[in-house]
């Protein structure tokens, strides 16, 4: 049998890999397809990045917080660690950035889609929302990328 503790650590592992992994390639391709500035590919690939973020992303982000702090409790890990206290305000970090990006990425998609069917180039709404998109993006990413380093170091960052 599998003890409880190794259950939820591999449940963490997984979801922090699927969290990072779909967050990362989302943005991959989502660039990608903006990089293309055609209305019909953003709107098909946007269509999915959506719709990855909210399965994959989203729910890999609630699985996350949950696990951690239940292996905190079974490891009997005081959560005013201060390397937790510090994940715990960088994964607000993220969570912050990218709230706004899925919403982001909807009325970009959005833009996109009704740009293909009316034949129009894209807007000067879709650029700006591109580049917030793009803006936000990256204090996510960095914010996870530390959370990492911090899950896998516990460094003593202060008494």
Same mark, same amino acid.
């Given at each position: 049998?599998?003890?409880?503790?190794?259950?939820?650590?591999?449940?963490?592992?997984?979801?922090? $890999?699927?969290?990072?992994?779909?967050?990362?390639?989302?943005?991959?391709?989502?660039? +990608?397809?903006? +990089?293309?500035?055609?209305?019909?590919?953003?709107?098909?690939?946007? +269509?999915? !990045?959506?719709?990855?973020?909210?399965?994959? $992303?989203?729910?890999?982000?609630?699985?996350?917080?949950? $696990?951690?702090?239940?292996?905190?409790?079974?490891?009997?890990?005081?959560?005013?660690?201060?390397?937790? !206290?510090?994940?715990?305000?960088?994964?607000? &970090?993220?969570?912050?950035?990218?709230?706004? !990006?899925?919403?982001?990425?909807?009325?970009?998609?959005?833009?996109?889609?009704?740009?293909? &069917?009316?034949g129009t180039p894209l807007g000067a709404?879709?650029?700006?929302?591109?580049?917030?998109?793009?803006?936000?993006?990256?204090?996510?990413?960095?914010?996870?990328?530390? &959370?990492?380093?911090?899950?896998?170091? +516990?460094? $003593?960052?202060?008494?």
């Open positions: 049998m599998i003890e409880p503790y190794f259950l939820i650590k591999w449940l963490h592992v997984l979801s922090s $890999t699927i969290l990072f992994g779909f967050g990362a390639g989302t943005a991959y391709y989502f660039w +990608r397809a903006h +990089r293309t500035r055609d209305a019909q590919i953003i709107a098909s690939v946007g +269509r999915m !990045v959506v719709q990855a973020d909210w399965i994959f $992303t989203g729910i890999s982000g609630i699985v996350q917080p949950l $696990t951690g702090i239940a292996l905190a409790h079974l490891a009997g890990i005081e959560l005013s660690e201060p390397w937790l !206290v510090a994940s715990f305000c960088l994964y607000l &970090v993220a969570l912050a950035c990218w709230l706004p !990006v899925v919403g982001l990425q909807i009325k970009a998609q959005r833009l996109a889609a009704a740009a293909s &069917v009316q709404d879709y650029q700006r929302i591109m580049r917030l998109w793009f803006v936000l993006g990256w204090p996510a990413f960095i914010s996870l990328l530390c &959370v990492f380093w911090l899950m896998i170091t +516990r460094p $003593t960052l202060w008494m």
